[in-house]
């Protein structure tokens, strides 16, 4: 009688980045088309407005963050039914907390913004914290396993459904209901899919004292980190809500969210491939962890600076094909903001394994510094340059976050710097050279606004 041999770590890791690639550009392509069907649909001012609600909604969410998902996959009780009820439990908790918080800021916001639309969009599209609090903890304990496969579909399908009901409710109220509505049903779908990923394994109410103990402590630091993560990566879209119009800060979005597309597939893979696959090796001496770092690291920097050349050249044709002249100002910033998403390739390849050691704090500092370049930057930015400078700041926000993480790395000797400068210097070489084709074909450079 033959046996089926068990996948070995690499070959999980292997699967679980192809599946990550695969599900991401599946997303995002269904993202996009979404998005440019929304466009029609809708006016620039939704998107700006919206914008900043989602991120007043995230930042909420982020600094009341626990790292229950991160807790499981890391935790060597992970797999333990108590552990993984009481994280659940623990969860739900949280999302009637989340909920309270939005009902406290909702009238500061309204007043800041001068808004009276928040007044009813922060409570309503809040309580999509209470439904997902709900949500099965399962994702969490997947990724743990490595099954990438099944959280990918998962994604997929609950995101195809939410874009459904997102457009086929824009058609038809033409209103800004039509976030608010969808966001409802989107989490509400969900939260029930979530507990048919593992049947066998639904949560039910636990309060074990150890587990919560041994989850309180790790969320202490993912806390602090996810706060200042926030603070870092959102609160661009907060201060331009207070710069500029709402029309011009959808038109931002726009630019922005095709723009990060390589820094969210990486950050994907940082947290379903690369964050699981180091927690299982941790044991390991910190020279031959290290040294496997780099060897797996390389083939993802190196391809990622080739590609992200591409983008930063072809990115102003795709936003003047798509979008109309409404969206002509983020023809000039997509290219800009690309450029910047460099040092997030760099920094989110080699922070799981900070993570994974159980370390979340360096996170945390290199995310404070990069929110201190955005708050300060901008706005000295925008009175001295006007938005233009604004988008370099907010390009160059990341290299400070880059160095704090570097700052970590060697502290842990987890060192890969070297290897940055090679990746760098291909980036920067590929991008010199499709701007000299491009140029020499007659379409000049991705950088007009400069010129």
């Known amino acids: 009688m033959t046996t089926l041999k068990k996948p070995t770590l690499k070959k999980l890791a292997i699967r679980g980045a192809m599946w990550t690639i695969i599900g991401y550009g599946a997303s995002q392509f269904a993202r996009l088309v979404a ?9 620039p001012e939704f998107f700006g407005l919206m914008a900043v609600v989602n991120t007043l909604l995230m930042g909420i969410e982020l600094f009341s963050d626990l790292g229950i998902g991160q ?21 739900a908790t949280r999302g009637f907390w989340v909920w309270f918080i939005c009902l406290a800021i909702t009238y500061p916001a309204a007043q800041f913004y001068n808004e009276p639309r928040l007044l009813w969009l922060v409570p309503i599209m809040g309580l999509t914290s209470i439904i997902l609090g709900f949500a099965s903890p399962a994702p969490a304990l997947l990724n743990r396993r490595m099954e990438v496969g099944k959280v990918i579909m998962f994604d997929f399908i609950v995101q195809i459904l939410s874009l459904i009901v997102l457009i086929t409710l824009a058609w038809w109220l033409r209103s800004l209901w039509a976030f608010a509505i969808s966001g409802l049903i989107g989490g509400t779908i969900r939260a029930i899919g979530s507990f048919f990923l593992i049947p066998e394994q639904r949560p039910k109410f636990s309060w074990d004292k150890a587990a919560l103990k041994e989850l309180l402590s790790f969320g202490r630091w993912m806390f602090i980190a996810t706060a200042i993560m926030f603070l870092a990566e959102q ?15 959808g038109v931002y979005t726009i630019a922005a969210t095709l723009a990060n597309m390589p820094r969210e597939v990486i950050k994907t893979l940082s947290y379903r491939v690369i964050f699981p696959t180091i927690s299982n090796q941790t044991d390991l001496p910190r020279e031959t962890l290290r040294a496997k770092i780099v060897r ?25 094909r798509l979008y109309d002249q409404r969206y002509a100002e983020a023809i000039w910033m997509m290219p800009i903001l690309s450029c910047g998403v460099w040092f997030s ?48 700041v907010i390009a160059l926000s990341d290299f400070p976050l880059y160095l704090g993480n570097l700052y ?20 920067v070489a590929m991008l010199a050279l499709f701007v000299l084709i491009r140029s020499s074909l007659g379409f000049g450079t991705p950088f007009q606004i400069f010129m």
Do not use: H
């Not at 661009?236 to 800060?249: A, E, N, P, W």
């Not at 190196?302 to 983008?311: K, M, N, R, S, T």
């Not at 970590?408 to 980036?427: R, S, Y």
């Open 71 to 91: 807790s499981i996959i890391q935790n060597k009780r992970g797999e333990e039914r108590e552990f993984f009820n009481t994280a659940w439990t623990l969860q």
């Open 296 to 320: 797996q690291r390389r083939l993802i920097v190196f391809a990622c600076g080739v590609l992200l050349a591409i983008l930063v050249n072809i990115g102003d044709f795709v936003i003047a």
């Open 345 to 392: 390739i760099l920094y989110y390849t080699t922070s799981p394994a900070l993570l994974a050691l159980g370390k979340p704090l360096y996170s945390a500092q290199s995310n404070l510094l990069r929110f201190l370049l955005i708050s300060i930057g901008m706005p000295l930015a925008f009175t001295t340059q006007g938005i233009l400078g604004v988008i370099v």
């Open 408 to 427: 970590g790395l060697w502290c842990e000797k987890l060192f890969c710097f070297i290897q940055d400068v090679q990746a760098t210097i291909l980036f």
């Open 35 to 43: 998005n440019i069907i929304l466009t029609r649909l809708l006016v």
């Open 235 to 249: 609160s661009d879209r907060l201060i331009l809500g207070k710069l500029l119009s709402f029309q011009t800060v």
